[in-house]
């Protein structure tokens, strides 16, 4: 074999050498369509998430039904879940037109520019997102900053994406998947055998390979395959189906625990008798002992945990209503009110407008489930309010300040 017969022979690959007719656009279409639905969906709830955590003017997000966030944010991850497989297939189906020549030109250049800015954001955001949800971060940058602007990145990479592909994607929606692709047809992605298709009804399924519609089955399969195994972190009744659920099985008081007293470095301070809630504001400043909130009116209340990785589960709560207690302190309508941990973390310390943590159902939490906060709760005292993330619901409360 001559030099030049080997360079032939590795040359980097054409488009017409994947010519399985599963590589068209309309098996391709209608995996983006879901796709984009999944896309939507996650990107509308975690924007919601990220507005709830960040209030604005013109934004407030309500505290009934009570559910409501653990509603958004399992569905933000239930989403990014599906995506991941929808995502795979999709760029398989589509691969061999990363290999179309020409590669240079500027309609090309664009177009193949999105497309690559879209599949790395949009698997960067699947990754990282998928990590946060096994708690594991192999990387040094804070989670949910980057997680959001990097989202951003993805959809406006997607818009132009649809925009260019409109033409095509609204003719490949518009006929049976089976219908061989026309020829001529600028998507078309396998380029064998365009004559002998012209004038049958089907693609031509060979031997030993997958029909279209076999493929689309096989997406909704994978589809339906993560979700089950892993919507047992939202639905307590299909725990035992999903094996890959991260909070299957259960913490004390029947409720999984993110942070122990231990790993928050609290254990000592937690339980110590010298301990008291502090509430300061215009009112002026008082100190609270444990016996103090016991002797307040006690309100029940059943409310839901709904952690920002999707998981969340309903407990139910006693205690102080917060609200009892700002009122006392002098709040406004307009101030804003800080909770802070014995935890020195992340969520050690919480900031909420004083509507909301002056809702009735909200309360300075001292038992779950008919007993004592245990510990890793966050005895002696928590914070709990209806239809707010996790990471808000902060434990080992120290301090209520009201904040002008
Ligand atoms: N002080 C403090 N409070 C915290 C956390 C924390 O790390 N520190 N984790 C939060 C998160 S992420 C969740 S989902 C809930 C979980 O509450 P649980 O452990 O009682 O189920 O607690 C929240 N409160
Ligand atoms: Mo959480």
């Given at each position: 074999?001559?030099?030049?017969?080997?360079?032939?022979?590795?040359?980097?690959?054409?488009?017409?050498?994947?010519p399985?007719?599963?590589?068209?656009?309309?098996?391709?279409s209608?995996?983006?369509?879901?796709?984009g639905?999944?896309?939507?969906?996650?990107?509308?709830?975690?924007?919601?998430?990220?507005?709830?955590?960040?209030p604005?003017?013109?934004f407030s997000w309500?505290?009934?039904p009570v559910?409501?966030?653990?509603?958004t944010?399992?569905?933000?991850?239930?989403?990014?879940?599906?995506?991941i497989?929808?995502?795979?297939?999709?760029?398989?189906?589509?691969?061999p037109r990363?290999?179309?020549?020409?590669?240079?030109?500027?309609?090309?250049?664009?177009?193949?520019g999105?497309?690559f800015?879209?599949v790395?954001?949009?698997?960067?955001?699947?990754?990282?997102?998928?990590?946060?949800?096994?708690?594991?971060?192999?990387?040094?940058?804070?989670?949910?900053p980057?997680?959001?602007a990097?989202?951003?990145?993805?959809?406006?990479?997607?818009?132009?994406?649809?925009?260019?592909?409109?033409p095509?994607?609204r003719?490949?929606?518009?006929?049976?998947?089976?219908?061989?692709?026309?020829?001529?047809?600028?998507?078309?992605?396998g380029?064998?055998?365009?004559?002998?298709e012209?004038?049958?009804?089907?693609?031509?399924?060979?031997?030993?390979?997958?029909?279209?519609?076999?493929l689309?089955?096989?997406?909704?399969?994978?589809?339906?395959?993560?979700?089950?195994?892993?919507?047992?972190?939202r639905?307590?009744?299909?725990?035992?189906?999903?094996?890959?659920?991260?909070?299957?099985g259960?913490?004390p008081?029947?409720?999984?625990?993110?942070?122990?007293?231990?790993?928050?470095?609290?254990?000592?301070?937690?339980v110590d008798?010298?301990?008291?809630?502090v509430?300061?504001?215009?009112?002026?400043?008082?100190?609270?002992?444990?016996?103090?909130?016991?002797a307040?009116?006690?309100?029940?209340?059943?409310?839901?945990?709904?952690?920002?990785?999707?998981?969340?589960?309903?407990a139910?709560?006693?205690?102080?209503?917060?609200g009892?207690?700002?009122?006392?302190?002098g709040?406004?309508?307009g101030?804003?009110?800080?909770?802070?941990?014995?935890?020195?973390?992340?969520?050690?310390?919480?900031?909420v407008?004083?509507s909301v943590?002056?809702?009735?159902?909200?309360?300075?939490?001292?038992?779950?489930?008919?007993?004592?906060?245990?510990?890793?709760?966050?005895?002696?005292?928590?914070l709990?309010?209806p239809?707010?993330?996790g990471?808000q619901?902060?434990?080992?409360l120290?301090?209520?300040e009201?904040?002008?």
């Open positions: 074999m001559t030099r030049l017969d080997l360079a032939r022979r590795v040359r980097p690959p054409n488009e017409s050498d994947f399985s007719p599963l590589h068209s656009p309309r098996v391709a209608r995996v983006g369509l879901a796709l639905v999944a896309f939507t969906v996650c990107f509308v709830t975690g924007l919601l998430s990220h507005l709830v955590q960040h604005t003017s013109w309500p505290g009934r559910w409501l966030y653990a509603l944010q399992g569905l933000h991850v239930a989403s990014g879940i599906v995506a497989p929808l995502l795979g297939i999709k760029v398989w189906v589509v691969s990363f290999w179309r020549r020409p590669f240079l030109g500027i309609v090309s250049v664009l177009e193949r999105s497309i800015v879209l790395a954001s949009a698997t960067f955001e699947l990754a990282t997102g998928l990590l946060n949800v096994a708690e594991f971060y192999p990387w040094s940058f804070f989670f949910p980057v997680h959001y990097v989202a951003w990145i993805a959809m406006g990479a997607l818009a132009v994406h649809i925009a260019v592909k409109l095509v994607i003719d490949a929606l518009s006929s049976p998947v089976d219908r061989p692709d026309r020829v001529g047809d600028p998507d078309r992605a380029a064998a055998d365009r004559s002998a012209v004038n049958s009804s089907a693609e031509p399924v060979r031997a030993g390979t997958l029909s279209r519609r076999s689309l089955t096989v997406t909704a399969g994978a589809v339906g395959l993560v979700t089950l195994a892993t919507i047992g972190d639905i307590p009744a299909l725990e035992k189906i999903s094996v890959l659920s991260q909070r299957a259960s913490g008081q029947g409720l999984p625990v993110n942070r122990s007293a231990a790993a928050a470095g609290v254990r000592t301070a937690a008798p010298a301990w008291r809630l509430v300061t504001g215009p009112g002026g400043s008082s100190s609270f002992s444990l016996a103090d909130l016991r307040l009116p006690q309100t029940d209340v059943t409310l839901p945990i709904a952690c920002v990785e999707g998981w969340s589960r309903s139910d709560w006693s205690g102080v209503r917060v009892t207690l700002l009122s006392a302190a709040a406004g309508a101030d804003t009110i800080r909770f802070t941990s014995l935890d020195p973390g992340t969520y050690g310390r919480v900031e407008p004083a943590a002056a809702d009735p159902l909200a309360l300075v939490a001292l038992g779950l489930a008919g007993a004592p906060l245990h510990i890793d709760h966050g005895f002696p005292a928590r709990i309010m239809s707010r993330p990471v619901q902060t434990k080992w120290r301090s209520v009201v904040l002008a």
